[in-house]
Every structure is written in structure tokens, then in C-alpha cells.
């Protein structure tokens, strides 16, 4: 989903930079690159951290099956570019040779991709960053595909907080977070709901009841879905 930030409105623009050295060295986001690259059907991937002081998404990790064309490469997007990405919610994807959106994407100029799926994370209104899934060929990626990229993006914003976290509070954020995702998969079942219905559901329970939504997420787990909470 863009923004409705439009463009004379919004004059920053963005700079996305990516050196492939990232790609040389181990970092927190291996287990979670090397499961989704196993299950996707994607020649590249890259994890991007935005810095609000320089108005920059610098990759932080990446992964790739295609040969580089390049090594290093760093774009500065348009003022429209710029307000989609900053407002962006939801996944989307494009063609990077006619959507305006994804032109300038570091992706297309380094490995030659054609489909590119960018996926933001956030931490509430903050924006942390975006990864991105990539293909030389074959159309866009299909639901399923986006589903699993969602959920990785969730682990990666859990990642990103962990410098204002200790160790055992990540944790538990990571096992709450778990549980959600396990609770949510039991609505789609149950109720056959959307990923992003049963995601709601919870939200909207967990504010009707002045509960976390961890503790919704674990009475319907704990009731097989027939908790007052899935009601």
C-alpha cells in the first residue's frame, strides 16, 4: 500500500546503498536469509536498515544465486519513491523495468532482476527497514511466497530491536511472538480467514479485552480456536 504522502508534499529522498562485502561475513540475519532463500523462488535477497539521520537504507545483509554485474551500488530515489517507500505498510512488488516504484532499486543494477518484492518492517510508527525478494524471471511471487516474506520481516524487526532490548527480553519477544503466529494460523483454519484477518481479529480482541495480544494468542491455542477471544 503507497503512501499518501504525494510527492510535492514530501521532499526527502531517499538513498538506498548496497556493498556486497555484507554479503562476506556472518551477521544475526544468516538463520533467517538462509531459511527463506531455501523456500522462495528468488535469485536475490536483501535486508536494508534505514538511518533517519542520513535519510539512507543501507543493506545490512544479502543473499544471492545470480552472479553479480556489479559489486557496489548506491541510488538515490525520487521525492514520489521516497514518500511510497516511507509510508509503505504492506508487501508489494512490481517489475523493476516499468514500475516506476522499483527502477532504482540497487537489485535490478547489481544482479539484472526483473520482479522485486519489497516487505518494510516497523516497530509500531517507526520505520526500521524493508527486505526485499528478487528475480530475474518468472512474474510475480505468488501469495504464499509474500505470507512467508511477512513473517520473516516480523523476525527481522525482532532483530533490530534487540539493541534496545536485553538478551532475555528478545527472547521473549521472539516466543511471543511465535505464539501469535501460531494462534493466528488456528483462526485461518478454523474460521478460514486471511493471514491478515486472523491478525486483526487478535488486535481487535486483544484491545476489546485489555489483554496482550500474546495472551489472546495463548487462549486460543490452549482452546483449539474455541476460546472466547476467537469469538
Request: proline content about 3%; overall charge positive; charged content about 30%.
Amino acid at each position: 500500500m503507497a503512501s499518501s504522502i504525494t510527492a510535492p508534499e514530501f521532499r526527502t529522498r531517499y538513498y538506498l546503498r548496497v556493498d556486497l562485502s555484507c554479503a562476506e561475513v556472518e551477521t544475526d540475519f544468516d538463520p533467517l536469509l538462509n531459511t527463506l532463500t531455501a523456500q522462495s523462488v528468488s535469485d536475490a535477497l536483501a535486508i536494508y536498515r534505514f538511518d533517519p539521520d542520513a535519510n539512507e537504507f543501507k543493506a545490512a545483509a544479502v543473499r544471492s544465486t545470480a552472479q553479480p554485474l556489479i559489486r557496489n551500488a548506491g541510488v538515490t530515489l525520487t521525492t514520489s519513491t521516497s514518500a511510497w517507500l516511507f509510508g509503505l505498510t504492506e508487501p508489494a512488488q512490481g517489475n523493476a523495468g516499468t514500475d516506476e516504484r522499483f527502477e532504482r532499486f540497487p537489485e535490478r543494477l547489481q544482479f539484472g532482476v526483473e520482479t522485486i518484492l519489497a516487505v518494510p518492517f516497523r516497530n509500531g510508527e517507526k520505520l526500521l527497514g524493508f527486505l526485499t525478494l528478487s528475480r530475474r524471471e518468472g512474474g510475480n511471487f505468488d501469495a504464499e511466497t509474500v505470507q512467508l516474506a511477512k513473517r520473516t520481516a516480523r523476525l527481522i524487526a525482532a532483530v533490530m530491536e534487540r539493541d534496545d532490548l536485553g538478551q532475555d527480553d528478545l527472547q521473549q519477544v521472539l516466543r511471543e511472538r511465535k505464539v501469535v503466529e501460531r494462534a493466528k494460523g488456528i483462526l485461518q483454519q478454523r474460521r478460514a480467514l486471511s493471514e491478515e484477518r486472523a491478525y486483526v481479529l487478535l488486535r481487535n480482541t486483544s484491545r476489546r479485552r485489555r489483554l496482550p495480544m500474546f495472551e489472546v494468542a495463548r487462549e486460543i491455542i490452549n482452546f483449539g480456536g474455541r476460546a472466547r477471544a476467537a469469538r
